[in-house]
Structures are given as C-alpha cells and as structure tokens.
C-alpha cells in the first residue's frame, strides 16, 4: 500500500459524497446539476469554443514547427508498438462507444432538429453530417493529442512522473508536489473515474436494448446489471494482463470489428448516396469549418440553444475525458516524433469518424426520408437496430454491433482502470493489479448504484461542470509545454 498516493484516498472520498448524494436525493441531485451545467455552457461558452479552436490551431502548428522533430523519449527510443496497434489504441480509448450509439442517431437528430435549417430538407442533411464531423472531429483529437503531447513529453523526455500535476513545473516548480500538485490530480482521477462510470451506464442500456431487440432480453437493472458485472470481469481481466496483451489484443480487435463494420454498411446500405454525401460533407466541413469553430450564435436565442445542448456540451464533455484519454495515449506513444504522433493523433482518427459518420447517418436519413422506418420516432439506443434491421442480413448486423459495443465497453474500461492505477500510484507505468482491480469495481460500482436510481443523468452533469476548472489547467500545461520546449531548441 505504500505505492498509493493520497490521490486514491481523497478521490474515492470525493466519489462516495457525490454518489451518495444521487442515491440520496437522486432529483434534487440532477436538478443542482442541470442548473450548474446550464450556468457553464451560457457563461463559457464561448470560452470553450476559444479554447478548442486554439488547440486546433497549435496541433497543426506541431506538426510543422522545429518541435516536430523532438522525439517523445529519448533520441535513441522507438515507438512500442507498431502503427497499427497504436492507432487501435489511442482510438479504442478516444471513440469507444460513442460511434456505435450515436453512428446514427446522431446525424438523424441533427437532420430533424437542425442547428440552423428546416427540419428534414437537403440541407438539413448535409448540415447534419457537418456538424456531427464538427463533434467528432479534429477539434476533440487536437484536445486529446495536445493534453497527451505535454504528458508524453514530461513523462519520457524529461523523466517525470505520469500525471497531470508534472506537467505544470516548468511554471509551477515544486509547488505542483504539494497541495496543489494533490487537488489536480484528484480533479483529473475524479473525472476519469465519473467519466467512464457514465459511459459503463450508457454501453449497458445500449447492449440492453440491442439483446432486447434482437431476443427479447428485458430491459431494466436487473439485466443491466448482468451485463456491467459480466463486462467488469472481462475489463478486468484485460487490465490484469497489461497493455502488451489484454488491452493491445483487444484495441485490434476493435479495429477490426470495427471496419468490417463499416464496410457491411457501406455495401448493404445506399453505397452511392454515402460515397457522394461523405465527399460533399467533408468539402463542407472543412469549408465551413471557421465557422463553426467560432459561432456563438450571440443574437439568435434558438440557435444558440441548440449549440449550448450540443457543440458546447460536446467541448465540456470532451474536456472532461481529456485526462484518462490523453493519458493512456500518452502511454502508449514513447519513442515517437512530435510530428508523427500529432499527425497521428489529428488526422487518422479524424478520418475514420468521418467515414463512420457519413455511412450510418446517410443510412438512417435514407430510411427516414424514404419512408422505410421512422427512425427519427425512437430512442437513441434503439436507432442503430431499427436500422439495421431494414438492412439485408440485419440480425447478424445487429450481432456483429452488440459484440462491437461490448468490445468497445471493455477497451475503455480496462484503459481506464490502467490510466487510475497511474495517477493514484505516483504516476507509476506499471502499476499495481490490486490497484487496478479496485479502480475497476469502483467505475462499475458507481455505473451501477446511479442506473439503479436513475442518477446517469445527474453524473453526467457533475462531470461537464468539473471539465470547467480542468480546462484552465490545460491552458496552463500548454504555457509550460512551449516553456520546456522553447529551452530544448535554444
């Protein structure tokens, strides 16, 4: 136990109040926090849309500055895993979930209620597909591989430890190994720990659904129940093996389950209508992408609306993962280049969520548009079945997705309960499996207790207000980064 910094103890404190606390009085608990979030994405919205743009635009700048050819370790270190294997990873960690609940639903959503045209017109469509690029985008991967640059440049070219607190000494020095050093890293564990405790809710309801669909599985606790401890023993396992087997094995399987995926719906579902709208949406994205970085909508009050419930609620959340996804990326990123890691980070997975994106939301608008099934009538994790099953083959679709979605779900848990592990044993690379072990029942714990009084909501709220006060730490670990930086080139 002496491995275990005060970073576990305060953490696991912090986590037993807020969860007792939705057990307790789970309304008034998402009533506090709705309103917390609504103050945040009104008041700073357009600080997030600054602070995610500016990242944007020094992510590109790292890939072609002099900083590019520093490498992440020492100038004789090579990278530990292969390309592939690490582009599994780091998208494994970053995506998850997410692309298969909301593949669909979400470009569906946006092409009934559309940020700016009318509902269920052309251009609504090709808005939809714009602005879900927009969330799933270079913006959220320049966040992860800023935050993961400055980490993997602290931890393996100057031989600090693995936590956020390090990364700050250039400007803070040796205050970061006090109190003050303590309250980041419990701000960073905190939102990890929340963070993939609302994502372990979101997988079970969604594998719920999908069995409920498919073999009339029931849903509710009980059967949510049997899949999160189902899954906490296989994300354990995982992260008891390390990341050289467990979780590298399991990141390749994802990819590929993941493209066959893709190329099942791009061959079953309206291939030339995803092929041209996945052109016309990339050159639009792009094209307006300024745009989009920027609009705060100040003089239009539904517009701006809809960007605090979407765009700014996206930046938050995205923020909010930033310390458990950037940290495992980090990890497994030694011994490259600045400039390959952020091309890496920026471009491949950027890419593939565009892809991704255009063929399930074009899919589900088809449908929707041609009167096949009104997909726009149901709930987001039943969107994705519903579609597939107007497909040729949809039950083995549907098979194929639930066993995507329980692989995802235990990818990010098990990075996870790596990434906790790191930050409560002094930033350890190996750290203990005792350690591990308890970091993954607490995520499934706090999945489980909140699913049972309805309180995933609520945890998610706490979790976007907290991604308030964490962002300035980012702008800070950015200062000192260049600072560190700027002294190697001299």
């Not at 994405?41 to 900083?67: D, K, Q, R, V």
Request: hydrophobic share 55%; glycine share 10%; proline share 3%.
């Amino acid at each position: 136990m002496r491995k275990i910094s005060n970073v576990f103890y305060i953490t696991i404190g912090l986590i037993v109040l807020a969860v007792g606390y939705g057990v307790i009085d789970p309304v008034h608990f998402e009533q506090i926090t709705n309103s917390g979030k609504a103050f945040v994405a009104s008041t700073f919205g357009w600080y997030y849309m600054l602070l995610m743009t500016a990242l944007l635009l020094i992510s590109i700048f790292m890939i072609f500055s002099p900083y590019g050819k520093i490498r992440l370790g020492k100038d004789t270190d090579r990278p530990q895993f292969s390309t592939i294997t690490w582009i599994a990873m780091l998208f494994s960690a970053g995506m998850g979930i997410g692309l298969v609940f909301y593949g669909a639903a979400e470009p569906l959503s946006h092409y009934a209620v559309p940020a700016t045209e009318d509902p269920f017109t052309a251009d609504a469509f090709k808005e939809s597909l714009r602005k879900t690029f927009l969330h799933y985008g270079l913006h959220i991967w320049a966040l992860y591989g800023m935050v993961a640059l400055a980490l993997a440049y602290f931890q393996f070219r100057k031989g600090e430890p693995g936590l956020i607190s390090a990364t700050l000494k250039p400007i803070f020095g040796a205050r970061m190994k006090g109190p003050w050093g303590t309250v980041i890293d419990v701000l960073a564990v905190f939102a990890t720990a929340f963070g993939v405790a609302t994502s372990l809710g979101f997988g079970a309801v969604q594998i719920n659904a999908g069995l409920d669909y498919l073999f009339g599985f029931t849903i509710g606790i009980k059967s949510q129940f049997i899949i999160v401890t189902v899954v906490t023993f296989l994300f354990i396992g995982s992260a008891w093996s390390g990341l050289n087997k467990g979780i590298r094995y399991l990141s390749n399987t994802n990819l590929i389950l993941a493209v066959a995926l893709l190329g099942l719906i791009l061959i079953l579902g309206p291939t030339m209508l995803i092929l041209n709208m996945f052109t016309d949406s990339v050159g639009g994205y792009f094209t307006n992408l300024i745009d989009m970085s920027m609009g705060t909508a100040p003089l239009n009050g539904e517009n701006r609306g809809w960007l605090d419930g979407w765009t700014i609620f996206y930046w938050a959340w995205w923020i909010s993962w930033s310390p458990f996804v950037s940290m495992f990326i980090a990890r497994v990123s030694k011994g490259r280049t600045i400039r390959e890691f952020m091309a890496g980070v920026l471009l491949v997975p950027s890419f593939f969520g565009f892809i991704w994106f255009a063929a399930f939301g074009t899919t589900a608008i088809d449908m929707q548009d041609s009167g096949v099934a009104n997909l726009a009538s149901l709930d987001i994790e039943l969107v994705v079945f519903e579609m597939f099953n107007e497909l040729p083959l949809g039950t083995l679709i549907s098979l194929f997705a639930i066993l995507l979605v329980t692989s995802f779900f235990i990818t990010s848990a098990d990075s996870a309960t790596y990434v906790l592990g790191m930050q409560s044993t002094y930033g350890s690379l190996t750290p203990p499996n005792s350690v591990k072990v308890v970091w993954g029942i607490i995520q499934s714990s706090i999945a489980l207790i909140l699913l049972s009084v309805g309180g995933l909501g609520a945890l998610q709220n706490t979790i976007i207000i907290a991604a308030l006060p964490f962002s300035f730490v980012i702008v800070f670990m950015m200062f000192a980064l260049f600072k560190s930086l700027n002294q190697e080139l001299d």
